[in-house]
């Protein structure tokens, strides 16, 4: 059976304190804004469309329908039990401890690990503006600014993020109405390109489109913080409505309609949109002075975003499962209403995995990322499982607690499920991903085996 002993907000103090609830809705309705916008969609996103060309329009749509029914089913789950554990809470209280001892500690991994890639990829940034500072000073220096502001209290995690993400909003829209002048002829010096470069949509067929599909799918990441950081807020359930309502705007506008610009306004197999990034591509293209350093600073701006989202959302997760007995005790301190044993840790194995691109790049590091390439998948795939049977569980014992409901339920679910079912087939077709899926697959199988013997012990004892 599953457990009851999933904490909702607030939840169960340990040492004399709980989580503060030091978000304020504006914080959240940024995190919800900026969350959606990573490196990944600057800068990733062009080999997607070296892949599949005008296509990749096609491909991010039907991954961006997939995301919107993902963040819709976490929005409701999430509505009905506020949690720092999000959707790892869920999964333990849907399925039973085991589901939510796998999710949770597999996208902790995931975070960690993504927190030491982020900096790296500042720091080559900073570098380039300063050449000469070794990368590993710049990874430290961002480590210990964003360690120090998650430690300190959890509105300067706010802070940052409201800041953050106000750039990178900003940034795509200034992209957007250059782009939508230019294509309408409006923008003065620049000729309307019409559909010229729409003409071949898709120019490597079905597997150029398939293979746009899965850089699409990995572009959509930071979704889930907003869910984890509601819990801190003042008005948990309010805030997650208010995210998941607005998630189909921000995704249509933020990335499909990028896309859709870049596409039209520049040649897809330009060498520029793989080696400077569409965004960068088109503004050189519209001739937009200092656009290249313009973005590398808004890329730069997003990889920090995200690597303080990640320190954040790592340490919450960390501090649920702890609470929940599915870890080390000591992770689970309170100092200040914040975590910060789970903080420090989350950083020093970021900054790990750092050291080990430099030791060890061809073996270690190469495996650790295989084998967190497929863990939002697995995410997702407890996120749908735990919506089909906790909906039916609230529609009987706290339907009021349905604030925010999955569209077409149950069938929008299982449409969800099949998709990510293909995805994984796409994946096992492929040979650049069939390591990280079976990576990825074996460390969730690991995993689940220790929840469950943990599980096991534990009714055992009781």
Known sequence: MPSSTTTDTPPQHQDGG???????????????????????????????????????????????????????????????????????????????PWAGFTAGWSFWVLLCTAVGLEGMGAARIAQGWLPGTPQWMWVALFMVVFCGANLAAVKNFGEFEFWFAALKVG????????????????????????????????????????????????????????????????????????????????????????????????????????EKGPYVATLDHLGIPGAGQLMNVVVFVALLSAMNANIYGSSRIAYSL??????????????????????????????????????????????????????ILVVWIFIAVSQLLLRRRLEREAPEKLVVRMWAFPWLTWVALAGMAAIFVLMARDPANRVQLY????????????????????????
């Open 322 to 375: 702890v609470q929940r007995g599915q870890g080390p005790k000591a992770l689970a301190k309170l100092s200040g209403g914040v975590p910060r044993i789970a903080v420090l840790t989350s950083c020093v194995i970021g900054f790990v995995c750092v050291l080990l691109n430099y030791w060890r790049p061809d073996d270690i590091f190469k495996w650790l990322l295989n084998m967190i390439g497929a863990v």
């Open 171 to 274: 940034a795509i829209a200034l992209f957007l109405i250059l782009g939508v002048l230019a294509i309408t002829g409006v923008l003065p010096n620049v000729d309307a390109p019409g559909t010229s470069n729409l003409s071949d949509f898709m120019p490597h067929g079905s597997e150029g489109l398939l293979v746009g599909l899965l850089a699409s799918v990995f572009a959509y990441g930071g979704l889930e913080t907003v869910t984890i950081a509601a819990a801190e807020s003042q008005d948990p359930v309010r805030g997650v409505a208010s995210a998941v309502r607005t998630a189909m705007w921000r995704i249509a506008i933020f990335y499909i309609g990028s896309m859709a610009v870049a596409v039209t306004l520049v040649p897809w197999d330009s060498k520029e949109v793989v």
């Open 18 to 96: 709980t989580l503060s609830h030091g978000l304020k809705q504006r914080h959240l309705s940024m995190i919800a804004l900026g969350g959606v916008i990573g490196a990944g969609l600057f800068v990733g996103s062009g080999e997607g469309i070296a892949a599949a060309g005008p296509s990749i329009v096609i491909a991010y749509t039907i991954s961006g329908l997939l995301v919107m029914l993902v963040m819709r089913m976490l929005g409701e789950m999430s509505a009905a039990y506020p949690s720092s554990g999000s959707f790892s809470a869920h999964a333990e209280r849907a399925i039973g």
């Open 439 to 462: 990576s990825t697959g074996a460390m969730t199988l690991v995993l689940a085996a220790a929840g469950y013997a943990w599980q096991k012990a534990r009714a055992s004892r009781d």
